[in-house]
């Protein structure tokens, strides 16, 4: 099968991967998790995420305090300094999301390496880049939430971005704000969408999973003690802190930025806003369409497995170990034995062989290869594990 990765490059990914298993076992190897390892940390997000919610005051001025003043800078203030655990809880929070970013890019770059990414998988690449997208806004939305300097130029720079769009420009901008200029509804507009397109997440890995029979959605307990643990040492020896409170009558100009969430931010402050969308926009449809070339199978052929149809007892093991939903159980014609008899999606095949290993009865084939040499295979490799 025609593949675009350099083969040196897929060698050294599984002779990395191999090395790791005469260390950790594959039972413990993360790379066989990778997919799992931003999961986790989407659970933790969530976690900790509610827990400084219970806190937080979606404000940014001081209309009914005049003496003690409230709003969304004071209450991250109390988190971090006053409230028991409340920094730590904030620290995991930040640290869990960049952790988040750093796996979905590795998973991303694995699943391309090892060429996992094309024809019957393009379904789960093309969400995954979704989801990718959707994580950066969340996280720089969680920024805005802060309400300090940097925040507000944040939020100026991202309105002004929106408004330089052509014909929808205005409308994204005044959903943004939540009206025509930044308020207290700003606040609770920010809070809404970092909270609800955070749980928009879910629906997207539906997507992401659906054509997988057995996804693997969670570490073992002891990569998750692990992935915590580096968690915490981040918390404790690079504590968050906040800047100084935002002043929507100040022109703040220059903040610090985080390298996994905030990138897009130095882009648009180097370069014409036109050529900022049109790189945004088009390297996002670009990464989109990684897999589609390899949809012409007349280029790039994969030879789906075959049923063979007097030899189908309809048990359906193959069925129920193919990985991408390939073969599907259909009613049997009239006379036959069997209720049910195999068929092959041939879209969705990608030849591994999985269900020539799975069928009892040598009832299934691929093209060219015999199934006595897959089942071989199979268990070679079964023994080396």
């Known amino acids: 099968m025609y593949s675009s990765i350099p083969k040196g490059m897929t060698d050294l990914t599984l002779a990395i991967e191999k090395a790791t298993n005469a260390v950790l076992t594959n039972k413990y190897n993360p790379f066989y998790y990778h997919g799992a390892l931003p999961q986790f940390y989407l659970w933790v997000l969530f976690l900790s995420g509610l827990l400084l919610f219970a806190y937080y005051i979606p404000t940014i001025d001081n209309a009914y305090f005049s003496e003690n003043l409230v709003n969304a800078w004071t209450s991250v203030d109390y988190i971090t300094d006053t409230l028991p655990f409340g920094a730590v809880v904030r620290g995991i929070h930040r640290y869990a999301g960049d952790a988040m970013v750093i796996t979905i890019v590795l998973h991303a770059l694995r699943v391309w390496i090892t060429d996992r990414y094309r024809q019957y998988r393009w379904t789960q690449w093309v969400t995954g880049i979704v989801l990718l997208l959707m994580v950066l806004f969340i996280g720089q939305t969680g920024y805005y939430l802060v309400w300090d300097e940097r925040s507000l130029v944040l ?211 691929l093209p060219n290869l015999l199934d006595t040499d897959v089942t071989a295979k199979i268990k070679a490799l079964a023994e080396t594990k």
Not at 174 to 193: D, H, Q
């Open 155 to 365: 939020t100026r720079m991202t309105s002004s971005a929106l408004e330089a769009l052509p014909f929808v420009g205005p409308g994204l901008k005044a959903w943004f704000l939540n009206g025509a200029a930044i308020t207290n509804l700003t606040l609770s507009n920010f809070l809404f969408i970092h909270i609800g397109l955070s749980f928009s997440l879910l629906f997207g890995l539906w997507l992401h999973y659906v054509r997988m029979t057995r996804p693997v959605i969670t570490p073992p307990p002891a990569i998750n003690y692990i992935l915590v643990a580096v968690l915490l040492v981040f918390v404790f020896l690079l504590p968050i802190t906040s800047g100084k409170m935002a002043d929507i009558n100040a022109q703040p100009t220059s903040f610090e930025i985080d390298w996994f969430f905030l990138w897009p931010y130095w882009l648009l402050a180097h370069m014409d806003t036109t050529m900022y969308w049109v790189l945004m926009i088009g390297g996002s449809v670009a990464l989109c369409l990684v897999p589609f070339p390899s949809l012409y199978k007349a280029a790039h052929p994969v030879e789906a497995a075959e049923v063979v149809l007097n030899k189908c007892t309809g048990c359906s093991f193959c069925s129920k170990d193919c990985p991408y939903q390939a073969i599907e159980m259909v009613p049997a014609p009239a006379g036959s034995r069997f209720k049910l008899l195999a068929t092959v999606k041939a879209y969705r095949c990608s030849g591994c062989g999985v269900c020539v290993g799975a069928c009892a009865f040598d009832a299934i084939d």
